[in-house]
Nanobody, 114 residues
Framework: QVQLVESGGDLVQAGGSLRLSCAASGNIFSSFAMAWYRQAPGKQRDLVAAITSGGRSDYADSVKGRFTISRDIANNAMYLQMNFLKPEDTAVYFC????????WGRGTQVTVSS
């Protein structure tokens, strides 16, 4: 079973940037659509950004123009570059396959202070 490990979360001031990483134990990024999700306390897990197996990306309206999803197929990795961060971006961020989920990783905490 492929395992997913997220990293890169941190405490950052509003307007700052972070780059999240997603590492997979198997080569899945070239064969499947992948996505970043986030879950704020007391809220449901929401889709933030997705990238198809062909490399086409799409974003939630709330992050368009600020976040960029990318992947490194050779290294079984995916990234989320987050710029101009806002306090409402505070959440635990997860990566996963679409549409059939793999077991969820632990996620990585992003906290944006105002």
């Amino acid at each position: 079973q492929v395992q997913l490990v997220e990293s890169g979360g941190d405490l950052v001031q509003a307007g700052g940037s972070l780059r999240l990483s997603c590492a997979a134990s198997g080569n899945i990024f070239s064969s499947f659509a992948m996505a970043w999700y986030r879950q704020a306390p007391g809220k449901q897990r929401d889709l933030v950004a997705a990238i198809t197996s062909g490399g086409r990306s799409d974003y939630a309206d709330s992050v368009k123009g600020r976040f960029t999803i990318s992947r490194d197929i050779a290294n079984n990795a995916m990234y989320l570059q987050m710029n101009f961060l806002k306090p409402e971006d505070t959440a635990v961020y997860f990566c996963n396959r679409m549409p059939k989920f793999l077991p969820w990783g632990r996620g990585t905490q992003v906290t944006v202070s105002s």
